[in-house]
């Protein structure tokens, strides 16, 4: 019908079209490893925001992204946080009820928004890059809702197997979340940290996957690429760890002690992979622990746990872990579980996870078929990992081990002192052993289980020794 009552009727409204923008820009190859903020002046009635990157010869020139909204993108107080897929992707897109991974999903505020550019790899030629930003129009309609996992799974204390380092579709890994479970399930892991690189948004959602049998524990994966990587573990699901700062900015300080303010810690991974990216160079001081097992075993492992002996004969008590570092399905160099890292708490929770890591009471293992306990005792005193056995003068150190499902292979008995025993594996069922060491007093007591090949298949966190001969000062060269 045309008319009412002789009036024409109202022509229907027209939408809106989207809004495309385009901003470009040259980075000189003297740039690597500096932050470029483009900004944006997003207009009010706007209900997504889309962003497509382009830059030639990707793979030798890597540009990194990221968006900030008009809260805030100061380094240090990134309030205005929307996502980060570093290197990962080339595009992006951020709604009220729905991101791209690696992004926070919410509304699209009117202001000025930063999309950041970070250079970590530049052709001597430098870069030219263009962004395409469109802004769409229209009403924003209904928030998202977080689902964060949740963090109990139970309250029976006991071992637990672990991964504490993995990457899905929210950073640069190949797999969803679902597919990283699944695969979890069937490891025959307990649980998983979640550690994205410098985004939360996976935390965010993680409770759409967790179950009585999976613990999924919130991290990130702090990502400073010129300086090194590290993970913030046992995060609850709306905390972001910003990464933009340097040695020299003694930022360090402040941001590891947010993370063990919330209960959770802070450990360096991967410290010497590669040698000439990422090598870490922050003060371990300011570090809970080390992974000092990431992936295949190899050289770099090799180093890394020199450096976690050594800080150990200082007197530091220092924790290490094991991890996939997961980014692909199985097979895998780094298959998710293997290696992982097996934790005594009090119950499957992240408090309980927390705890039994900052104690020390942790092992670490190349796969689920072995498993491993060690003791000390002195008299009637007796210790386990993590805990500090008080020795007299005369008494007699005894050390027992018990190794199960591992392969042919060496058990060595470490400490500050060096070696102190070695004994084969059983060529069949458990292998016990028990070491006396009535003529020696160490800092702490370890063990290595390794192949006839040298490649580790299982290594202990210490335990402590206290006695006259070990309460002698430390080593005045410290590690820093």
Do not use: C
Request: aromatic share 8%; hydrophobic share 40%; proline share 8%.
């Amino acid at each position: 019908m045309g008319s009412y009552l002789g009036l024409a009727a109202p022509a229907p409204a027209l939408a809106q079209a989207p809004v495309e923008l385009i901003r470009t820009g040259h980075v000189p190859a003297d740039s690597l490893y500096k932050l470029l903020y483009v900004p944006i002046e997003v207009p009010a009635g706007t209900r997504e925001i889309r962003v497509q990157e382009s830059y030639p010869h990707q793979g030798k020139n890597v540009l990194n992204m990221g968006i900030y909204d008009p809260r805030g993108h100061q380094a240090g107080h990134p309030r205005g946080f929307r996502g980060w897929s570093g290197g990962a992707k080339n595009e992006f897109f951020i709604n009220a009820q729905a991101a791209s991974t690696g992004y926070v999903p919410g509304p699209v505020g009117a202001g000025t928004w930063h999309v950041l550019l970070y250079p970590s790899t530049i052709e001597p030629a430098g870069l030219d890059w263009q962004l395409r930003v469109t802004l769409v129009p229209g009403a924003a309609g209904p928030a998202f809702q977080p689902t964060p996992a949740p963090a109990v799974a139970n309250d029976r204390p006991g071992w637990y197997q672990g991964d504490l380092h993995l990457h899905t579709l929210h950073s640069d890994g190949k797999r969803t979340q679902q597919e990283l479970v699944d695969e979890a399930s069937a490891q025959g892991l307990d649980f998983l940290i979640s550690t994205e690189h410098n985004t939360n948004s996976a935390n965010l959602s993680w409770g759409q996957y967790a179950s009585p049998k999976l613990l999924i524990i919130n991290g990130e994966e702090v990502t400073t690429t010129a300086f090194g990587h590290w993970n913030a573990l046992g995060l609850d699901a709306t905390t972001l760890l910003d990464w933009r700062y340097a040695p020299a900015d003694s930022a360090i300080a402040s941001a590891t002690a947010q993370v063990r303010a919330l209960g959770g810690l802070a450990i360096i991974n991967h410290p010497f992979f590669p040698d000439t990216v990422n090598r870490f160079r922050f003060g371990v001081r300011h570090f809970d622990g080390i992974e000092v097992w990431n992936g295949r075993w190899d050289a770099r492992n090799e180093r890394a746990l020199a450096w976690w002996d050594a800080l150990l004969r200082q007197g530091r008590p220092t924790l290490a872990v094991a991890a996939s570092d997961t980014h692909t399905a199985a097979p895998s160099p780094n298959q998710l579980g293997r290696p992982r890292t097996v934790v005594q708490a009090g119950g499957l929770s992240r408090t309980g996870i927390m705890q039994g890591l900052r104690r020390g009471r942790a092992y670490l293992v190349a796969d689920r078929l072995i498993s491993l306990t060690l003791t000390a005792q002195a008299g009637a005193a007796t210790a386990g990992l993590g805990d500090t056995l008080a020795v007299v003068a005369v008494q007699v150190i005894r050390v027992a081990f018990e190794l199960r499902g591992a392969p042919a292979g060496t058990i060595t008995l470490r400490s500050d002192l060096g070696v102190l025993a070695t004994n084969p594996v059983a060529a069949s069922g458990p292998t016990v052993v028990r070491w006396p060491l009535p003529n020696a007093h160490p800092r702490y007591l370890r063990v290595e289980v390794r192949t006839p090949q040298g490649a580790m298949l299982a290594l202990t966190n210490p335990i402590w020794v206290s006695s006259p001969a070990t309460r002698r000062p430390a080593s005045k060269k410290l590690i820093k």
